[in-house]
């Protein structure tokens, strides 16, 4: 066949397109796997079929094809038909509700994160997660498959600690407060967080008011080397790739099933090499976790999977009935945050905060753990720490201004606040422009069980531009309720 | 954004690019749907989300979304994000196991059809029906869907017959011999037949020796309208083509979920109108239904859906342990047909087609259907209607040389011919080069329960190469057992 470059990539994918013709007369289909051979070089790729792209006798290869063999125009190369790999037909047993052994499901993440799998294959392994679900052993595994896949962190320490939020309650930063505690009394804490998805902003994106999150695997082993600890984005695509390509498979159905997002989780953890991993998981009507009974669900399910991959887990259930801490929106909590490590209020944040990292302290071994904490907190090394960590992450400091377009919501009775929507809370916030608009979000003056007079100001809202401040006046009211 | 047009068609569904700089300032993920606004016009389009591909304000726009908008390099166009389409949760349900209703069904069948809905989503939804099947309303939903979104054959005629048979008995051409048949006595059968996929050769691979298989909707029409039949490929585009799409995202993992075939069957007879529907289902532990108990099953489940669907169907259960007549490969094949059509022999394909031909007689209201059938055949009108089929499929009944290329494969004891393996036959057939390679094929001069003498001729192996008749030789002492 002659080569026709295809000037497009699929980010991953090796995909080569033949005509229609050719393809029925070799008997080929679309999605079938194809050798390309150019002289002794060759390399597998999954097909596609153009009735237009391509003309008869010619190979159409995208990007990621002509790199791999470097390839010109016109070059002859030999194609042939290849078997489906092995990890299909596990993923066939999976969908006919088999469980998987350790092999087979670190074959199939082995294909993902090559590459070998296309997306309608990975879509079936999916179903059948979704469908069966996974048991302990499954999840185990599929957990160290992930990270056996892909690149760990190399620190060299051996108490190495970490935390984890299950989510959904707007303005939860206290990683911001809880790292340089620990890090400050000498713990390893090397924090990987995500970005925001569907909340105001996530750890990731409140840290990058102060300081770069993305940093290679080599970038966070030196940060932490030097500080004890780090506050960096989780989606490095060296640490846990697996997990990205599956997540993406999952998005346009929202499956979410539970043995991968545990596996997800505990692989993260599991590649910065935890020993110690505090899980917080906030309850509550507009939390991402909404019963009791899920929340015992999940924390048996994370212990049990933390004993099976020598991670000890203590699991932390919480108030997820309204936000944490003042501010909503990159900037506002950054100020939340730095007010706690100053020792300059945000109660609610900051008990937060000194309370977990006290039961860190305590699965290492300390006594009185809260006691610690509060100390470190108090003494301003924490503070100090913070800083440190921010200057290694190439960032300083500073004050932040906030936006002079905003809107004091005030409260339209005298009363006692009832409740603060979560859900509303975050709408409003996407609204405005959050997270990618640092300043937008909203400031809370009151919290549920505050008393109010009518007329007080209940929040004050944020924004870059005054049409989107306008866009999201009309949802202001179903906030807080007052009773 | 400014349009950049990359060369690349996907063959229906509309794709754009967008650098991951911009998806992530914008909150779009791969996968999302965006309506691409040029002037007036606008479409909705998948997001892909590449790293090198496009730069930052480009939009890399597919072909088929350049073509739709009539784009040009560095055209302005507007950006906005689409709420999924509805389906998406039809699926969904679906995939959590629920019932779907008509509506429900319909838009799916119609997005897949539209090309809204990529392959990801369409896995999902045949993962939801392998796991929990369709029940009968949902498979006549699931089958009027199909019909509803593609164009209809429309004859104006009132009895229509169709027949079809569940396959992989190589050499089973009854088609061949029915529909000249049929439409010979007046009854009008717009027969549509598949190619080979893992058989030697189809009715439409077979048919091609004479003639042309591919037509369009209209011209179709016209040969039926003329002659009362035709013998053509099924798979245009224009008829029930949802059933092209579900089959190409089957592929991968090989599903065959039992609903989906069936509706993929009847909608194929219910859009050239077929009031009367003979099916064959040949049973052997060779063939495609390889129990009497799964043969009733899928009778009985046909004979309702007909119920539903107002198709009359009757069904024969027919013996499926060998092939059918005494050539298989496309010209063998072909020349068993013009001994038939001309009263020379090749009894077991005789018997069966005038057994077929018979009960499509007797569904419609004939007495003694088999009588009739044989005198048509017998009479030679048969015949003349097959020249004429095949003359208005712009071909004509010519003489067929035979390969010189062949191989004797002779018995090595005496004996009863006691099986004939129709996967082995199928799998040296596929070697030989079957069905690109018309000639070649197996010609049997033998069947079950003949005698034979030491040094007979069991078959003849045809092949085009020496070559392939080399690989093919040592499958040959597997295909037929003596004892």
Redesign the interface.
């Known amino acids: 066949m002659k080569v026709r470059i ?4 699929t ?1 991953g994918i090796k995909v080569v397109v033949l005509n229609d013709e050719d393809a029925s ?1 070799l ?1 080929l ?3 079938d796997r194809i050798r390309i051979r150019k002289d002794k070089k060759s390399v597998v790729a999954i097909l596609d ?5 391509v003309r008869k006798g010619e190979l159409g290869v995208f ?1 990621e094809v002509s790199d791999f063999l470097k390839l010109k125009n016109k070059d002859k190369v030999k194609i042939e038909y290849v078997e ?1 790999p092995k990890s ?1 037909y596990y ?2 047993e999976k ?1 006919d509700g088999e469980i998987l052994n350790k092999e087979e499901i670190n074959e199939i993440v082995k294909d993902v994160i090559h590459d070998k799998l ?7 392994f999916i ?2 997660c ?2 069966y679900g996974l048991d302990l052993e499954e999840v185990s595994n599929l957990t160290k498959a992930i990270v056996d896949n892909s690149r760990k962190l190399n620190l060299n320490k051996k108490v190495i600690v970490d935390k984890h939020s299950s989510g959904g309650i707007p303005g939860n930063r206290t990683s911001m407060i809880i790292v340089p505690i620990l890090a400050a009394a000498g713990l390893v804490i090397p924090k990987t967080s995500s970005k925001a998805i569907t909340s105001p902003s996530g750890t990731a994106d409140t840290m990058g008011v102060f300081c770069n999150v993305e940093f290679t695997v080599k970038e966070i082993e030196k940060i932490v080397k030097k500080t004890n600890g780090c506050l960096v984005w989780g989606g490095t695509k060296e640490l846990a790739s697996a997990d990205d390509k599956l997540i ?2 999952e ?5 979410d099933p539970e043995g991968i997002m545990l596996a997800s989780i505990m692989s993260k953890k599991f590649s910065v090499g935890a020993k110690y991993l505090l899980i917080d998981i906030p309850v509550g009507r507009n939390a991402k976790v909404k019963s009791m009974k899920r929340a015992m669900h999940l924390k048996n399910k994370f212990i049990n999977l933390g004993k099976k991959l020598g991670i000890k887990v203590r699991v932390m259930i919480s108030d997820g009935r309204q936000p944490i801490g003042n501010g909503v929106g990159p900037v506002l909590e950054a100020k939340d945050v730095l007010r706690v490590l100053k020792n300059d209020g945000v109660e609610d944040l900051k008990n937060k905060s000194v309370e977990m990292a006290g039961m860190i302290f305590e699965m290492v071994g300390y006594k009185n753990g809260r006691k610690k904490a509060l100390e470190i907190l108090e003494s301003g090394k924490s503070y100090e720490k913070f800083k440190e960590i921010v200057e290694m992450q190439k960032g300083k400091i500073k004050d932040i201004k906030l936006s002079d377009i905003k809107y004091n919501f005030r409260s339209k009775k005298k009363g006692k606040i009832v409740s603060i929507d979560n859900n509303i809370v975050n709408r409003v916030c ?1 609204i405005l422009g959050c997270p ?1 608009e640092k300043e937008a979000g909203i400031y809370f003056n009151f919290k549920i069980g505050g008393k109010v007079e009518k007329g007080d100001k209940l929040f004050i809202v944020y924004a870059k531009d005054k049409k989107k401040l306008k866009e999201s006046l009309s949802l202001l009211n179903g906030i807080v309720v007052v009773n």
């Open positions: 295809l000037d497009i990539s980010g007369k008997n289909y679309a999605l079929i153009s009735d237009g792209m990007k489906k299909i993923i066939k969908l296309n997306e309608i294959e990975i879509a079936y179903s059948g979704y469908k993406k498979i998005r346009p159905l929202s499956l996407r990618r």
